[in-house]
Protein backbone atom coordinates (compact mmCIF):
# COMPACT_ATOMS: atom_id res chain seq x y z
CA UNK A 1 0.00 0.00 0.00
CA UNK A 2 1.56 3.54 -0.75
CA UNK A 3 -0.31 6.05 1.83
CA UNK A 4 0.51 9.89 0.37
CA UNK A 5 -0.34 12.68 2.28
CA UNK A 6 -0.61 15.91 0.76
CA UNK A 7 -2.97 19.43 -0.01
CA UNK A 8 -4.36 21.31 -2.68
CA UNK A 9 -1.71 24.22 -1.63
CA UNK A 10 1.16 22.38 -2.05
CA UNK A 11 3.19 22.89 -5.16
CA UNK A 12 5.27 19.83 -4.70
CA UNK A 13 1.99 17.33 -3.60
CA UNK A 14 1.20 19.22 -7.33
CA UNK A 15 4.29 17.48 -8.99
CA UNK A 16 4.36 14.17 -7.19
CA UNK A 17 0.20 13.45 -7.34
CA UNK A 18 -0.08 12.29 -11.31
CA UNK A 19 2.70 9.75 -11.15
CA UNK A 20 0.82 8.43 -8.28
CA UNK A 21 -2.58 8.09 -9.65
CA UNK A 22 -0.88 6.83 -12.81
CA UNK A 23 0.72 4.39 -10.76
CA UNK A 24 -2.93 3.54 -8.90
CA UNK A 25 -4.62 3.08 -12.41
CA UNK A 26 -1.37 0.47 -13.50
CA UNK A 27 -3.68 -2.67 -13.58
CA UNK A 28 0.47 -4.75 -13.26
CA UNK A 29 0.56 -3.29 -9.56
CA UNK A 30 -3.12 -3.12 -8.80
CA UNK A 31 -3.05 -7.15 -9.47
CA UNK A 32 -0.24 -7.88 -7.54
CA UNK A 33 -2.55 -6.24 -4.39
CA UNK A 34 -1.07 -2.61 -4.94
CA UNK A 35 -3.80 0.18 -3.29
CA UNK A 36 -2.59 4.15 -3.35
CA UNK A 37 -4.07 5.83 -0.97
CA UNK A 38 -3.88 10.10 -1.05
CA UNK A 39 -4.80 11.72 2.61
CA UNK A 40 -5.86 15.24 2.01
CA UNK A 41 -3.94 16.87 4.90
CA UNK A 42 -6.24 19.62 6.49
CA UNK A 43 -9.37 20.67 3.52
CA UNK A 44 -12.44 19.91 3.11
CA UNK A 45 -13.80 17.28 0.97
CA UNK A 46 -14.77 19.56 -1.77
CA UNK A 47 -11.50 20.90 -2.10
CA UNK A 48 -9.57 17.95 -2.72
CA UNK A 49 -12.63 16.68 -5.06
CA UNK A 50 -12.49 20.14 -7.28
CA UNK A 51 -8.35 19.85 -7.24
CA UNK A 52 -8.23 16.24 -8.50
CA UNK A 53 -12.12 16.40 -11.07
CA UNK A 54 -10.01 20.02 -12.09
CA UNK A 55 -6.41 17.88 -12.84
CA UNK A 56 -8.33 14.73 -14.09
CA UNK A 57 -6.74 12.40 -11.34
CA UNK A 58 -8.75 9.69 -10.05
CA UNK A 59 -6.56 8.63 -6.95
CA UNK A 60 -8.95 7.00 -3.95
CA UNK A 61 -8.76 9.80 -1.10
CA UNK A 62 -9.32 9.94 2.22
CA UNK A 63 -9.90 13.44 4.06
CA UNK A 64 -7.88 14.04 7.31
CA UNK A 65 -9.70 17.60 8.00
CA UNK A 66 -8.76 17.72 11.79
CA UNK A 67 -5.00 16.41 10.62
CA UNK A 68 -5.79 13.28 13.51
CA UNK A 69 -4.12 10.71 10.57
CA UNK A 70 -1.35 13.26 9.75
CA UNK A 71 -0.36 13.50 13.88
CA UNK A 72 -0.73 9.78 14.08
CA UNK A 73 2.20 9.09 11.21
CA UNK A 74 4.53 12.39 12.57
CA UNK A 75 3.72 14.21 9.49
CA UNK A 76 4.87 17.48 9.84
CA UNK A 77 5.21 18.58 6.32
CA UNK A 78 4.20 17.44 2.57
CA UNK A 79 3.98 15.63 0.94
CA UNK A 80 5.05 12.86 2.43
CA UNK A 81 4.26 9.12 0.84
CA UNK A 82 4.73 6.01 3.11
CA UNK A 83 5.31 2.60 0.84
CA UNK A 84 3.51 -0.40 3.65
CA UNK A 85 4.53 -3.54 2.91
CA UNK A 86 2.42 -6.83 3.01
CA UNK A 87 3.26 -7.28 6.41
CA UNK A 88 2.10 -3.71 7.66
CA UNK A 89 4.96 -2.47 8.36
CA UNK A 90 6.50 0.86 6.74
CA UNK A 91 8.51 -0.16 4.34
CA UNK A 92 9.96 3.29 3.20
CA UNK A 93 9.07 7.22 3.91
CA UNK A 94 9.73 9.66 1.26
CA UNK A 95 9.39 13.50 1.67
CA UNK A 96 9.13 16.27 -1.55
CA UNK A 97 12.50 16.12 -2.93
CA UNK A 98 12.29 12.30 -3.57
CA UNK A 99 11.90 11.51 -7.13
CA UNK A 100 9.52 9.06 -9.02
CA UNK A 101 11.93 6.14 -9.63
CA UNK A 102 12.93 5.89 -6.15
CA UNK A 103 9.13 5.23 -4.88
CA UNK A 104 8.61 2.87 -8.11
CA UNK A 105 11.79 0.61 -6.77
CA UNK A 106 10.24 1.14 -3.11
CA UNK A 107 6.77 -0.14 -4.06
CA UNK A 108 8.03 -3.19 -6.50
CA UNK A 109 10.49 -4.36 -3.42
CA UNK A 110 7.00 -4.10 -1.12
CA UNK A 111 5.48 -5.87 -3.96
CA UNK A 112 7.99 -9.01 -4.14
CA UNK A 113 8.13 -9.57 -0.37
CA UNK A 114 5.88 -12.27 1.22
CA UNK A 115 3.30 -11.79 3.63
Not at 36 to 51: H, L, N, P, R
Not at 67 to 83: A, C, D, E, F, M
Amino acid sequence: MVLDFWATWCPSCQESLPHLDKMSRDQGPAARGLRVVAIDCGETKQTAMDFLAKNKLSLQVVQDEDGSLQNSYRIHSLPVTIVVGRDGSIRNVFSASSNPAEINFAIENALASAF
